[in-house]
């Protein structure tokens, strides 16, 4: 079953989702709420017969929607939350403000940290973790049984001065560095391919096969050709460049001091336009692959952009003001990294309405619930935000709601007639107790 845009949209506004037209040089534009844009429907007869006779339902928890379309899978605490992160399929790698290297699979559970001195980038690709630190050191590991951290090489030449960002990709290592030079290194030699300099501090870096990309304090984005070193063309761009990506055909950059994020072509450094996704928010890191960008702003806000379709959605992961420092992304999922000690790493999903009911749980709670159901939602919703739990009693035959039944045993028939799968998602993302 796939979702129409139409109702997809109609489920962005209900969740309190922002969907809107990724226009460049233009200021994301939202939706004013469910009353406009029921009214906006009505008033052109387009409004879909089964979203007008599901309307009381998906109000009742459209609240809870929200949470849940941009609640974590997972989240890793740190004691003083961490600098950067990488993600490859359900391996997490954070570098920890504790002088901390430390993995998590999302997958199994597992968890390893080993101590690295002044760690404050990594990157992971095929299964092979880049360290930079602060004392100029590029330190090379591996994850041995998907659960084991160890350091396999250090490079014998180092920065001047602090790493403050490292790229990886196949045999390549990009490191960048406030010395003002970016280094190439093969994976297999000692010594650095190049040293590329340039006049300013640079803390931030991308790498693909062909270029590599550092962003200057002097508010520009040098770009090189990764093999022969030479300087391509540089892009300017207003403010400390502290976040970039690229993929095949485009370079994003973005800065702490500004709101918007440049978009480039990566052929020719040409100016493709502007996303200003964030309003009064910095840009403090940007993660992308050839479908999709996820960008973290300095306000705790979390902007994931749709690059086929131009749109962008808009939300808040923490719902509170932390500082995210990193974000990564690994094919349906993104890692984000923040400054602060609890829930340091959020991982999630990019898109949370991908798939089918049948294997998307909030797909069926969106199109299945009932009132009651919806009404269920709602009240764990609350539970939580409240830190709360929602008690649950194990009723002992399954069925309909009986007379004289207490909340909690009304409840519990209510939790055992959702699917396993819509139970356990429900579980592992409220507050509910037996």
């Excluded at 609240?63 to 600098?83: C, H, M, P, W």
């Excluded at 093999?227 to 095949?248: E, F, T």
Aim: net charge neutral; aromatic share 8%; glycine share 6%.
């Amino acid at each position: 079953m796939k979702i129409s845009n139409k109702w997809f949209t109609m489920l962005a506004i209900l969740s309190g989702l922002v969907i809107s037209s990724a226009v460049f040089g233009m200021e994301v534009t939202e939706e004013d709420g469910l009353t406009h844009y029921f009214k906006e429907l009505t008033k052109s007869g387009t409004f879909p017969k089964d979203v007008e006779q599901n309307i009381r339902r998906l109000q009742l928890m459209h609240k809870a929607i929200s949470f849940l379309s941009s609640s974590s899978i997972k989240t890793f605490n740190s004691a003083y939350g961490v600098v950067s992160v990488a993600l490859e399929g359900p391996i997490v790698i954070t570098a920890g403000m504790d002088d901390s290297v430390s993995l998590h699979n999302i997958k199994t559970g597992a968890f390893d940290s080993e101590y690295s001195k002044m760690p404050r980038a990594v990157a992971i690709d095929k299964g092979t973790i880049v360290v930079g630190s602060s004392d100029g050191v590029v330190t090379i590991w591996n994850v041995q049984r998907e659960y084991q951290l160890t350091k396999i090489k250090t490079f014998q030449e180092k920065h001047r001065r602090n790493v403050t960002s490292v790229a990886k990709k196949n045999d390549l290592i990009a490191s960048a560095s406030l010395d003002g030079t970016v280094k190439i290194w093969n994976i297999h030699n000692d010594q650095p391919l190049h040293t590329l300099t340039y006049t300013a501090e640079l803390n931030s870096v991308a790498l693909n096969d062909n270029i590599v990309v550092a962003g200057a304090t002097d508010g520009n984005a040098i770009v090189w050709d990764v093999l022969s070193g030479k300087q391509l063309y540089v892009l300017p761009h207003r403010g400390n460049v502290n976040a970039l990506a690229i993929n095949d055909t485009m370079i994003l950059t973005g800065s702490e001091s500004n709101t918007y994020v440049g978009v480039w072509n990566i052929h020719n450094g040409t100016i493709l336009g502007r996303l200003n996704p964030v309003k009064s928010d910095g840009i403090t890191a940007i993660a992308m692959n050839n479908d999709t960008a996820v960008i973290g702003s300095s306000f705790g806000k979390t902007i994931i952009w749709n690059i086929h379709n131009n749109t962008l959605r808009t939300f808040k992961v923490y719902h509170d003001d932390r500082q995210f420092t990193s974000v990564a992304m690994s094919g349906d999922l993104c890692a984000i990294g923040t400054s602060r000690a609890k829930n340091s790493v959020s991982v999630l999903l990019v898109d949370p309405f991908k798939g089918t009911p049948e294997d998307n749980a909030l797909l069926w709670i969106i199109n299945y619930a009932t009132v009651t159901q919806a009404d269920f939602i709602n009240r764990a919703y609350e539970k939580t935000l409240a830190e709360k739990p929602l008690i649950i009693a194990m009723p002992e035959k399954l069925g309909e709601i009986k007379e004289g039944e207490s909340q909690e045993q009304k409840d519990g028939r209510i939790y055992f007639s959702f699917p396993t799968h819509v139970r356990e998602y429900l579980r592992g993302r409220f507050n509910i107790a037996k």
